[in-house]
């Protein structure tokens, strides 16, 4: 199965910086590497997402990075905003039928 | 967008009782959908895969005569907790596949066994 390692834990920025989170994984099959936020007693939301033939993809303030040889993936959110404040899971997979293994979580904290 | 509904959101039950969680696909047909558990603080872990009109796949720890999954039809999934305990306390979060590989969340129900 895959193992998914995520960093950092919590992640506490001042408003306007920028935020990265890095996750890292095991499996070479991934090809299909999601980032999601969830909101305080809410499920989790697709924010952003890349596929293993692109190696970034930006979405305004937010964007993906992709290193595959180094099995790495990570999320750039720029000029912070409080409503950034959320956990942010990562979850690779192979894209096939199976559930998603997620990584432990980042909180991101915007301080204003 | 795909839009997974999920209820109830909250519920609080009496230890020994059973309690039914829906998920419904509202704008599509979901053969399969996915059953999550989240502890506070703590990360989604797969419970169980449910197939339309087949028994339910649990991953490894996870009791299947405990959490009943039952999916009738493409666009109802239900995960029923039995015999509740106060560790059965959680949140619970369906998920389908919307195509590709892209999955859609429901809103989670939080389970408080007293």
């Known amino acids: 199965g895959e193992n998914v390692e995520q960093h950092p834990s919590t992640l506490s920025v001042q408003e306007g910086d920028s935020a990265v989170i890095k996750c890292t994984y095991s499996d070479s099959a991934s090809n299909y590497f999601p980032w999601y936020k969830q909101e305080l007693g809410k499920g989790p939301q697709l924010i952003i997402d890349i596929r293993s033939n692109v190696g970034e993809k930006k979405d305004q303030r937010i964007a993906v990075t992709l290193n595959k040889t180094a099995k790495h993936f990570s999320l750039h959110i720029t000029e912070t905003q409080p409503e950034d404040s959320a956990v942010y899971f990562c979850a690779p997979s192979g894209g096939g039928a199976d559930g998603l293994t997620f990584g432990k979580g980042t909180h991101l904290i915007i301080q204003p | 967008g795909a839009v997974v509904s999920q209820h109830p959101s909250r519920v609080i039950c009496k230890s020994g009782t059973s309690v039914k969680i829906e998920c419904r696909s509202l704008?599509?047909?979901?053969?399969?959908m996915f059953w999550y558990r989240q502890f506070p603080k703590q990360s989604l872990m797969l419970m169980a895969t449910s197939n339309e009109g087949s028994k339910a796949t649990y991953e490894q720890g996870v009791e299947k005569d405990k959490f009943l999954i039952n999916h009738a039809s493409l666009t109802l999934s239900t995960l029923t907790v039995t015999s509740a305990h106060p560790e059965d306390s959680s949140f619970y979060i369906c998920?389908?596949?919307?195509?590709?590989?892209?999955?859609?969340f429901g809103s989670g129900t939080r389970l408080t066994v007293v």
């Open positions: 704008d599509f047909q979901a053969t399969t």
């Open positions: 998920s389908a596949r919307v195509g590709g590989a892209s999955y859609t």
